[in-house]
């Protein structure tokens, strides 16, 4: 089974640029997850997609945060514009889909992709 | 508000070694508590997930254990091998599938 796939693994911008990672999350998974973890912190969550629907946006800093979720399956984060405090890796994860066992909410994470904001 | 606090920050073993690490949540109502392993680069690996009626669950060298009544919970590495030098989260989910996740305990095993 195909893990999460994000890309691109590392980006360097500088602040004020604009920036946008995508998220292929594993095959039949309803529910998808952006985080983004500063260094030595925990993953902080950014938005909670289920298909293609907004679950939990509470956390996303809108006025520069973005993102959404195509049909249901794939899923791009951007920011614009960057700020120096940004810089992090955004982790995406996918799980089966919410409201059932504890087992099938497993999240499946991402590489991530770990971005320095200049 | 919902937190989870993990001890140590860090620990240093040395290879073949036992160590425990410590998760203590005040997340209410609670649903399930998952300990996740992250090497370096990487993303999170669930590890063990444990719900209200279970206070031990294992995987291998690693067993969590969990005690709802004083809302901690223990992750136990028995024998550890260089490979399991990685950071170690504890994640609680309580209403609505919220997920408190703590922030983490770097583990170095030394050869």
Redesign the interface.
């Known amino acids: 089974e195909a893990g999460?796939a994000q890309s691109p693994r590392y980006k360097i911008i500088e602040k004020r640029q604009s920036v946008a990672f995508w998220c292929n999350p594993i095959s039949g998974h309803a529910t998808l997850y952006w985080y983004q973890q500063i260094l030595?912190?925990?993953?902080?969550?950014l938005i909670q997609f289920q298909n293609n629907g907004v679950v939990?946006d509470s956390q996303l800093p809108k006025d520069r945060f973005s993102a959404e979720r195509l049909k249901g399956v794939d899923s791009t984060l951007k920011i614009q514009p960057a700020k120096l405090e940004d810089s992090a890796v955004y982790?995406c994860?996918s799980s089966l889909e919410?409201?059932r066992k504890?087992?099938q909410?497993?999240?499946?994470?991402?590489?991530?992709t770990?971005l320095l904001v200049l | 508000k919902n937190q989870v606090e993990q001890s140590p920050q860090s620990l240093i073993i040395l290879e073949g070694k036992n160590c425990t690490l410590q998760c203590n949540y005040t997340v209410s109502p609670f649903s399930n508590l998952r300990w996740y392993k992250q090497d370096t680069g990487r993303g999170p690996v669930s590890l063990t997930i444990m719900t209200f009626s279970e206070n031990t669950k294992s995987n291998g060298r690693y067993t969590a254990t969990l005690d709802a009544d004083t809302k901690q919970s223990s992750l136990h590495i028995t024998a550890s091998q260089l490979s399991d030098s990685a950071s170690y989260i504890c994640v609680v989910s309580g209403s609505a599938r919220q997920l408190t996740f703590g922030s983490g305990t770097q583990l170095t095993v030394l050869p």
């Open positions: 999460v030595g912190q925990g993953p902080k969550l939990d982790l994860a919410l409201g504890p087992l909410e497993t999240q499946y994470f991402g590489p991530g770990r």
